[in-house]
């Protein structure tokens, strides 16, 4: 179980997913929060929400596939992060004909290399502040290939496979590991799409899930979990 102490970190928490997992761990857990991403004004814009609900709330700007910035990063004064949740990602969709190599690099940056980057930067603290919990945001596109976007499916199979080897590298040190393996889940990535969002995922779903695990004893580690829309 995470003491109500621990940090919590969210990559790519400026909207969608891990805007709404931000939002709820601070009213349901209150527990402190690190929240990454691109966007310093968005990110800043959610940890006022976190704040003014009570939670003690940062933000880091930071490119996840920055070796040399993460490295000159500094934890906030007093916060011990136990917790990651590895949400950072990207989503183009184009076919098999028209996906160039560029796009295969740039989905496996931004699904993979940004996991493997935070993971490999924050993971010493985490087990310094064990029992911890590394959540990885994986997708139905780990498990399946999907031939509008196959670069998004390459990247996300990579996701999964790296969250595995996690898994089994840290099995007995009190950290667990778990893929969430997502279907369509209401966020960003369908703007400009015509699709109805209250058919999709609600995100606050996906962070009561992560409570769960969390509250968890060290004894258990739940592996993979795939959540899928009630329709369609």
Known sequence: MISPEAGIIITGASRGIGAAMALYFAKVRKNPLLLTGRNAA?????????????????????????VDALNRYRLPDGFKPAVLVNNAGAYIEKDMMSATMQDYTSQFNSNVLTAVGATNRFLPFILQ???????NICSVASLFGIERSPAYAVSKHGL?????????????QEVGVTAINLGATASGSWDGEDRELETLIDPVDVARVADALMNLSARTVVDEILISPAVG
């Open 42 to 66: 968005a990110l800043e814009q959610i940890a006022a929400r976190c704040r003014d609900a009570g939670c003690e709330a940062h933000i880091m700007q930071a490119d996840l596939t920055d």
């Open 160 to 172: 999964l496979g790296y969250t595995r080897s996690l898994r089994k590298s840290l099995a007995g």
């Open 129 to 135: 502040n064990r029992p911890g919990l590394i959540v």
